[in-house]
T-cell receptor, first 116, second 112 residues
Framework: EAGVVQSPRYKIIEKKQPVAFWCNPISGHNTLYWYLQNLGQGPELLIRYENEEAVDDSQLPKDRFSAERLKGVDSTLKIQPAELGDSAVYLC??????????????FGEGSRLTVL | GQNIDQPTEMTATEGAIVQINCTYQTSGFNGLFWYQQHAGEAPTFLSYNVLDGLEEKGRFSSFLSRSKGYSYLLLKELQMKDSASYLCAVRDQYNQGGKLIFGQGTELSVKP
C-alpha cells in the first residue's frame, strides 16, 4: 500500500514569492492534516480536513496561507507571499478518521521550504 | 491552555534501557501517541495509550497515567538505529478524527 505522498520534497524561493505544496493521502483516508515543523520542534497543526471540509483551520495564517482539498482526496497548501519565517518542513498526514481503532496519523516525508 | 512537555535530548548506551517521559495538560484527552522521527524523515507511529497502564510492543513499551497527565516510552536493548527524535502527542477531542497536539520531541542519541 502506498503511503502519503508529498511534493516537492525541497523548495527554495525568495521572499514575497508564492509556493505550493501537494499531498496525496493514503487511499480511503478521509481525514487529512497539514502540519508545520520547525527544526528541533514538534509538528504544529495548520489545518485538518474531513473529506472536503476544513473542520479545523484555527492555526492557519489566513492572510497568506490557503489550502484546498477538492473531491476529498488530494490537497494543496499555498503560501503567498512567502516570508523568511515560513522556512520549515510542511508535513501532510492522513488517517481513517472514524471507527474503532487508534486513529493514528500516517505522515508523508514532508516538503522542506527555504525562503531566502 | 494546552501544554506537552518532554526532555529536549537524552543520551544512552547501546544495549541499555532508556525511558523518555512526557507530561501533558490539554483541554480534552482521547489518547496519547508516541512517534519516532529520524532526521529528515516522516514521523512514524510507535504506540498508542488511551487507558492507564503499560502497552508493550517488542523492544518498545509505553505507559500512561491519565490522573497524573503522564506517559513514558521505554526502549529496551537499545540499538544504534534507535537514535532519533521521539515525539509525544495527545489527541484532544472525543472523536477518532481529533487533531494530535505534539510535544517538541526528545532527541535520543545512542552511543556505542
Amino acid at each position: 500500500e502506498a503511503g502519503v505522498v508529498q511534493s516537492p520534497r525541497y523548495k527554495i524561493i525568495e521572499k514575497k514569492q508564492p509556493v505550493a505544496f501537494w499531498c496525496n493521502p493514503i487511499s480511503g483516508h478521509n481525514t487529512l492534516y497539514w502540519y508545520l515543523q520547525n527544526l528541533g520542534q514538534g509538528p504544529e497543526l495548520l489545518i485538518r480536513y474531513e473529506n472536503e471540509e476544513a473542520v479545523d483551520d484555527s492555526q492557519l495564517p489566513k492572510d497568506r496561507f490557503s489550502a484546498e482539498r477538492l473531491k476529498g482526496v488530494d490537497s494543496t497548501l499555498k503560501i503567498q507571499p512567502a516570508e523568511l519565517g515560513d522556512s520549515a518542513v510542511y508535513l501532510c498526514a492522513s488517517s481513517l478518521g472514524t471507527g474503532v481503532y487508534t486513529g493514528e496519523l500516517f505522515f508523508g516525508e514532508g516538503s522542506r521550504l527555504t525562503v531566502l | 491552555g494546552q501544554n506537552i512537555d518532554q526532555p529536549t535530548e537524552m543520551t544512552a548506551t547501546e544495549g541499555a534501557i532508556v525511558q523518555i517521559n512526557c507530561t501533558y495538560q490539554t483541554s480534552g484527552f482521547n489518547g496519547l501517541f508516541w512517534y519516532q522521527q529520524h532526521a529528515g524523515e516522516a514521523p512514524t507511529f510507535l504506540s498508542y495509550n488511551v487507558l492507564d497502564g503499560l502497552e508493550e510492543k517488542g523492544r518498545f513499551s509505553s505507559f500512561l497515567s491519565r490522573s497524573k497527565g503522564y506517559s513514558y516510552l521505554l526502549l529496551k536493548e537499545l540499538q544504534m538505529k534507535d537514535s532519533a527524535s521521539y515525539l509525544c502527542a495527545v489527541r484532544d477531542q472525543y472523536n477518532q478524527g481529533g487533531k494530535l497536539i505534539f510535544g517538541q520531541g526528545t532527541e535520543l542519541s545512542v552511543k556505542p
